[in-house]
Nanobody, 127 residues
Framework: QVSVVESGGGSVQAGGSLRLSCVAS????????MGWFRQAPGKEREGVAV???????????YEADSVKGRFTVSRVNNNNTLFLEMTMLKSEDTAVYYC?????????????????WGPGTQVTVSS
């Protein structure tokens, strides 16, 4: 079994920054695909950034168009830790942010591929 826990959410004014962290523990290895998703009130959960290895050991990185240039995802494999550095935050970034892990290589950012989810952390951006 795999356990995923996020931290680092909070409230910030528009233009500010936040850093989210996620730790995955249990039966996980560095090849597992990991990513950040978010869900705003009344909306579906969407992919924000996904990082890992794809087939043939190629690096895989996905960043949603809405966050490119503002958010940076990074990963420390030794301890299965994932980060999301969020800058120039906008009110539309307000959502519950979830960290997720897929028991396999990266092949996309469809949330249905991800098997293990954290409880989520709230990010609120006020304008």
């Amino acid at each position: 079994q795999v356990s995923v826990v996020e931290s680092g959410g909070g409230s910030v004014q528009a233009g500010g920054s936040l850093r989210l962290s996620c730790v995955a523990s249990g039966h996980i290895n560095p090849n597992f695909c990991m990513g950040w998703f978010r869900q705003a009130p009344g909306k579906e959960r969407e992919g924000v950034a996904v990082i890992g290895k794809a087939i043939y050991d190629k690096p895989f990185l996905y960043e949603a168009d809405s966050v490119k240039g503002r958010f940076t995802v990074s990963r420390v494999n030794n301890n299965n830790t994932l980060f999301l550095e969020m800058t120039m935050l906008k009110s539309e970034d307000t959502a519950v942010y979830y960290c997720a892990a897929d028991a396999g290589l990266c092949s996309g950012w469809n949330r249905r591929r991800f098997n293990f989810w954290g409880p989520g952390t709230q990010v609120t951006v006020s304008s």
